[in-house]
């Protein structure tokens, strides 16, 4: 069992930046995939991006591609998203989640995270 817990959320302007932490417990961290996702009011929670712990490969949504990054702190046992470029369309509730590397299910998927945390909230004026 994965314990998970966000912070770092706040009010920027268009184009500033924000680093979110997510602390992670419990299970054998090196055999999670971890995952960022985002729900903004009225829509669907979507994808940002992940980490494979074991190796540190990552992937991104095409939105935020050249803007955010994730990484880890296997030391720390913490996950980060640094988001730079800020725009009001970032605006949401953001979300920390864990799952079995081994999961067959695509990282992608909301349905492939057993394990998430309570979400922080990121708004971005314009």
């Known amino acids: 069992q994965v314990q998970l817990g966000e912070s770092g959320g706040g009010l920027v302007q268009a184009g500033g930046s924000l680093r979110l932490s997510c602390a992670a417990s419990g299970g054998t961290l090196s055999r999670y995939t971890m995952g960022w996702f985002r729900q903004a009011p009225g829509k669907d929670r979507e994808f940002v991006a992940r980490?494979?712990?074991?190796?540190?490969?990552?992937y991104y949504a095409d939105s935020v591609k050249g803007r955010f990054t994730i990484s880890r702190d296997s030391a720390k046992s913490m996950v980060y998203l640094q988001m730079n470029s800020l725009k009001p369309e970032d605006t949401a509730v953001y979300y920390c989640?864990?799952?079995?590397?081994?999961?067959?299910?695509?990282?992608?998927?909301?349905?492939?995270?057993?394990?998430w945390g309570q979400g922080t909230q990121v708004t971005v004026s314009s």
């Open positions: 980490i494979h712990w074991s190796d540190g490969s990552t």
């Open positions: 989640a864990a799952r079995s590397r081994q999961t067959p299910l695509v990282p992608t998927l909301e349905r492939a995270y057993p394990y």
